[in-house]
């Protein structure tokens, strides 16, 4: 059983900041690319920022210069620093990893979300 474990959301003004964990846990193997996603109600869900094992990080234009992912490899965590917050970014923050559990399989796993909420 793989459980992937979201906190740090909440609700914060325009241009203030918040930080997002995300645990992935139990019967893991190895653990490649892990990523955020977000989706904001009636939209689909889009790509934050993604992370590969070995550091490499891509960001979706509307997260540049305003949020940083970063990874724990130890401890199967990642981050999402996000600051200068914009009331667009209001949405559920999802955790998603694509690893191999003791089942031996690569997959895909996603945890249950965070809402964000930022006022204008």
């Known amino acids: 059983q793989v459980q992937l474990v979201e906190s740090g959301g909440g609700l914060v003004q325009a241009g203030g900041s918040l930080r997002l964990s995300c645990v992935a846990s139990?019967?893991?193997?190895?653990?490649?690319?892990m990523g955020w996603y977000r989706q904001a109600p009636g939209k689909q869900r889009e790509l934050v920022a993604t992370?590969?094992?070995?550091?490499?990080?891509n960001y979706a234009d509307s997260a540049k210069g305003r949020f940083t992912i970063a990874r724990d490899i130890v401890k199967n965590t990642i981050y999402l620093q996000m600051d200068s917050l914009k009331p667009e970014d209001t949405a559920v923050y999802y955790c998603?990893?694509?690893?191999?559990?003791?089942?031996?399989?690569?997959?895909?796993?996603w945890g249950q979300g965070t809402q964000v909420t930022v006022s204008s």
């Open positions: 139990g019967s893991i193997l190895v653990v490649n690319d």
């Open positions: 992370i590969t094992r070995g550091g490499t990080t």
């Open positions: 998603n990893a694509h690893l191999i559990s003791s089942g031996g399989n690569w997959d895909n796993y």
